[in-house]
């Protein structure tokens, strides 16, 4: 394997560079050796809110701390783990921000997105960690706000070959995104897709094509915590953030850990913008879908096949 190669491809903000890379990698292995080489962007820690009580701490990855707007309104300490560049890594940002949280001895760590807008007060929140002192996490209230949800998203695995994977190929005919990420991961013998029942970004064409989906009437597989989730600090001592995702997935695969947890659904309400934690991108959503989802598709059934 040419590393340097293939970083060039991957890193190309060209879709056929990046299609080029996924074509030149011949296995899951592969795949994996390449994650795992590929270098980390340095990351800076600014502190906010100190002075407060340290028993609930956020922390809060960033492409610009100077450009976070105090989503929590100085009540609470927040570590900004600002990191930029090709190298960016949404699952090492939080790992490193969690374990400088640590030093502090908190009981509890908000994970939060830059992206993030206030709906309820950073009260209502504390209020729901003072109601729930005995559980492992806490999650958000879900569904739309400013028409966009993007955490506690209900999630299916849809394995390979199942009536819902089949209906996901025929969703493949009008939807070009999905349909090469089918080949890319058929290629490398996926066998299960996390999938979200809702989608993130509210449509009616979207809502529809989402229902026809038999999984979206069973009970969910696991609720993926998306942008926003409060994790007691013992559970970081059990599971961290994968690093092997690069800004794809690691989310879903920590929220599957967290079913071994006991967890609560909130009545507090966050709104998402999507996207800004990684900054502006050339190319748009389809390049980073393509750079980063397909590759997170490979790596989370490769880490579910060993779970």
Request: with cysteine; glycine share 6%; charged share 30%.
């Given at each position: 394997?040419?590393?340097?190669?293939?970083?060039?491809?991957?890193?190309?903000?060209?879709?056929?560079?990046?299609?080029?890379?996924?074509?030149?990698?011949?296995?899951?292995?592969?795949l994996?050796?390449?994650s795992?080489?590929?270098?980390?962007?340095?990351?800076?820690?600014f502190?906010k809110?100190?002075?407060?009580?340290?028993n609930?701490?956020a922390?809060?990855?960033?492409?610009?701390?100077?450009?976070?707007?105090?989503?929590?309104?100085?009540?609470i300490?927040?570590?900004?783990?600002?990191?930029?560049?090709?190298y960016?890594?949404?699952?090492?940002?939080?790992?490193s921000?969690?374990?400088?949280?640590?030093?502090?001895?908190?009981?509890w760590?908000?994970?939060?997105?830059?992206?993030?807008?206030?709906?309820d007060?950073?009260?209502?929140?504390?209020?729901e960690?003072?109601?729930?002192?005995?559980k492992?996490?806490?999650?958000?209230?879900?569904?739309y706000y400013?028409?966009?949800?993007?955490?506690?998203?209900?999630?299916?695995?849809?394995?390979?070959?199942?009536?819902?994977?089949?209906?996901?190929?025929?969703?493949?005919l009008?939807?070009?995104n999905?349909r090469?990420?089918?080949?890319?991961?058929?290629k490398?013998?996926?066998?299960?897709?996390a999938?979200?029942?809702?989608p993130?970004?509210?449509?009616v064409?979207?809502?529809?094509?989402?229902?026809?989906f038999?999984?979206?009437?069973?009970?969910?597989?696991?609720?993926?915590?998306?942008?926003?989730?409060i994790i007691?600090?013992?559970?970081?001592?059990?599971?961290?953030?994968?690093?092997?995702?690069i800004?794809?997935h690691?989310?879903?695969?920590?929220?599957?850990?967290?079913?071994?947890f006991?967890?609560?659904?909130?009545?507090?309400?966050?709104?998402s913008?999507?996207?800004?934690?990684?900054g502006?991108?050339?190319?748009?959503?389809?390049?980073?879908?393509?750079r980063n989802?397909?590759?997170?598709?490979?790596?989370?059934?490769h880490?579910?096949?060993?779970?």
């Open positions: 394997m040419d590393f340097n190669y293939l970083d060039k491809l991957y890193n190309s903000n060209d879709l056929n560079d990046v299609r080029k890379f996924y074509e030149s990698v011949d296995s899951v292995e592969e994996v050796k390449f795992k080489r590929r270098p980390k962007a340095r990351v800076k820690f502190k809110g100190f002075d407060n009580e340290k609930v701490i922390v809060i990855p960033t492409a610009d701390s100077s450009k976070f707007s105090d989503f929590f309104d100085g009540r300490p927040e570590v900004l783990v600002e990191s930029s560049g090709p960016f890594n949404y699952a090492h940002s939080l790992n921000g969690v374990k400088e949280a640590l030093k502090y001895n908190p009981e760590i908000v994970i939060c997105n830059d992206d993030l807008f206030k709906i007060d950073v009260e209502k929140m504390l209020g960690i003072n109601k729930n002192t005995s492992d996490f806490l999650l958000a209230k879900p569904g400013n028409r966009v949800w993007y955490h506690t998203m209900p999630t299916q695995l849809i394995e390979r070959g199942s009536i819902d994977y089949h209906t996901y190929k025929l969703t493949g009008v939807d070009s999905l090469e990420m089918l080949k890319i991961t058929g490398f013998n996926v066998e299960r897709f999938y979200a029942v809702f993130t970004h509210e449509s064409f979207r809502m529809w094509w989402r229902l026809i038999l999984s979206s009437f069973r009970k969910p597989a696991f609720y993926n915590i998306g942008d926003f989730s007691r600090s013992e559970v970081f001592k059990k599971i961290k953030f994968n690093e092997l995702f800004n794809s690691e989310d879903a695969f920590f929220s599957y850990q967290l079913k071994s006991d967890g609560v659904f909130t009545g507090y309400r966050v709104g913008f999507i996207g800004k934690t990684l502006k991108l050339k190319g748009g959503v389809r390049i980073r879908k393509l989802a397909f590759i997170g598709a490979v790596i989370f059934d880490l579910l096949s060993k779970f």
